[in-house]
């Protein structure tokens, strides 16, 4: 189930066709997947072995099938340029990507990624025609990246770095897939492809890291100890809605604390709300798990020092079966999933609800196919495209998840990606979602019988 702020406006496209253009976009990536695994497919032939084997057997037949192949392999006319897969397959293909050959499966899914960019300027006119991201989308179009860089640069100089990154974030996943197919950079692709597909990538469009190298470093086995704040416990709001909780995470702050109330429900049956903060900015490590290596990680692995921590904090402070809900921003967004994901977590405990705010966590799944899920986004926030799912996407959420964007005047990064931020914008510009979401929280609004404050460490 999704939700947003779109309104009705004279001379813009219907709900409807809008819909019906999302769906020849989905279907353009998809198309644009099988004529990629064509091209592999022809290559493993062409490079088998046993083909070269036949040349000899019959040398004019085996003749026939290898420029047959070669030429739907390369020439214009078929796959354009598609060698790709096994050692000969990829070294044709980087060649093909460092001489800019042009491949039909590539052409396919840039008109698939630009007609999603047009239905974003639907609801942000930065990207139409006459926006200022207009520029930077022309110069990826030509193919020329150091232009691109160029125009760039100029909107940071002009704008700022933090508005210039707000005016992107809506199709930011979209435009740096783009860029990523249309650069001669060969180690981007796969997560270009991973977007257009709308499946999970292990690394990012813009270098192609995988994760797994960010993972090498973000190996402690986590820690939790119970901390006395009573300063902290003066500033709570314990007025038991989603956007309270989401105050209270802003209070936390980012320095290694999280919080476990105790809540007596409406129908007396005590239940526990964990609230979790978000990634640290500074430097890219520190001695919480709420550092810049955690966050990359955890976008892609589930067993994180966050989740073990947490998990540590748990065992502290909730009884074995009782039923918790874990709401998170950014990185505690996407902790509370990981968190969902695993089996262990599951055993122990009832993850009845997870609430993500400004969190990317499109391609987790919950163990327990009864927790509900929530994501809450303001598509101006950078953060929740990095899994590679931008907010505005054509690929539709999980069956019975609700995920609820909004626009509202927050347009700087990483202004409006803030915890306070984000509540303030559940009060005063989507206050039905915010009470939709309360809606579902129902059962631990009530009587609050205990806070603890627990404060975690990676070692």
Request: charged residues 25%.
């Amino acid at each position: 189930m999704t939700a947003g702020t779109a309104l009705a406006v004279p001379g813009r496209p219907s709900e409807e066709d809008l819909a019906a253009l999302a769906a020849v976009a989905r279907t353009l990536g998809e198309v644009a997947g099988e004529i990629r695994a064509a091209g592999r497919a022809l290559t493993a032939v062409a490079t088998d072995p046993a083909l070269a084997g036949s040349l000899t057997r019959s040398p004019r037949t085996g003749l026939r099938a290898l420029t047959a192949l070669a030429r739907s392999l390369t020439a214009p006319a078929g796959l354009g340029y598609a060698p790709d897969g096994g050692g000969l397959g990829r070294a044709a293909w980087l060649g093909g990507v460092l001489t800019g050959r042009e491949s039909l499966a590539v052409a396919v899914a840039v008109a698939s990624l630009k007609l999603r960019i047009r239905l974003c300027a639907v609801r942000h006119p930065e990207f139409g025609p006459e926006g200022p991201v207009r520029r930077l989308l022309d110069a990826i179009e030509a193919g020329r990246q150091t232009r691109a860089l160029r125009v760039l640069r100029e909107h940071v100089r002009e704008e700022g770095a933090e508005r210039a990154l707000a005016r992107l974030a809506p199709s930011l996943t979209e435009v740096m897939a783009w860029n990523a197919l249309m650069d001669e950079n060969p180690f981007n692709d796969a997560a270009a492809w991973h977007i257009v597909t709308g499946t999970r990538a292990d690394g990012d469009p813009l270098l192609g890291t995988s994760i797994g190298a960010w993972a090498r470093w973000d190996r402690g086995p986590g820690r939790a100890e119970v901390v006395a704040d009573e300063g902290l416990a003066a500033r709570l709001d314990h007025g038991g809605s989603v956007s309270a909780h989401v105050r209270n995470i802003a209070a936390l702050g980012t320095d290694g604390r999280m919080l476990v109330t105790r809540v007596a429900g409406p129908d007396g049956e005590i239940r526990h709300v964990v609230l979790l903060p978000g990634m640290a900015f500074g430097r890219p490590r520190n001695s919480t798990p709420q550092d810049l290596v955690g966050a990359v990680t955890a976008v892609g692995r589930n067993d994180t020092p966050y989740t073990r921590a947490v998990r540590k904090a748990l065992d502290r402070t909730v009884p074995e079966g009782a039923s918790v809900a874990l709401i998170g921003h950014s990185l505690g967004g996407i902790t509370a999933m990981n968190l969902a994901e695993l089996p262990d977590v599951n055993d122990r405990w009832r993850i009845t609800h997870v609430v993500a705010v400004g969190s990317p966590i499109d391609f987790k799944r919950p163990y327990d196919p009864r927790t509900k899920v929530v994501s809450l986004v303001n598509e101006h926030d950078v953060v929740p495209n990095l899994e590679g799912r931008s907010p505005v996407s054509v690929f539709p959420v999980p069956a019975g998840w609700l995920e609820i964007t909004w626009v509202d005047r927050a347009h700087d990064f990483p202004q409006c990606h803030n915890a306070a931020v984000y509540a303030q914008s559940l009060d005063e510009v989507v206050p039905d979602a915010r009470d939709r979401v309360d809606a579902l929280l129902g059962e631990y609004r009530g009587r609050v019988e205990e806070t603890v404050v627990l404060r975690l460490h990676d070692r």
